[in-house]
């Protein structure tokens, strides 16, 4: 008998600002919505500040050079506001 492993990357993927919402999404298929009122600094960005971002932290944060924001993964999972 054989055992499934989920693969579990919690790494991200893309980034997405739409409408209300700041959307990761991570290598293994999750994604992750949270209100952008929690992220003052990414609220009151421009969008195209917003669209400027890279990873960080091996894969596992978010920055955003333009607005010196940054985002754990394990920040967005426990549902801290920024």
């Known amino acids: 008998m054989s055992i499934s492993a989920i693969n579990r990357d919690a790494r991200v993927d893309n980034v997405r600002i739409t409408g209300d ?21 990414l609220m009151s960005a421009t969008e195209a500040d917003r ?25 967005l999972l426990t549902g801290a506001p920024g």
Do not use: K, Q
């Open 51 to 75: 669209a400027v971002w890279e990873l960080c932290a091996g894969g596992y944060g978010i920055h955003w050079p333009r607005i010196d924001e940054d985002l754990s993964v394990d920040g």
């Open 21 to 41: 919402n700041l959307e990761v999404m991570l290598r293994d298929g999750r994604r992750i919505s949270a209100p952008l009122t929690w992220f003052p600094r």
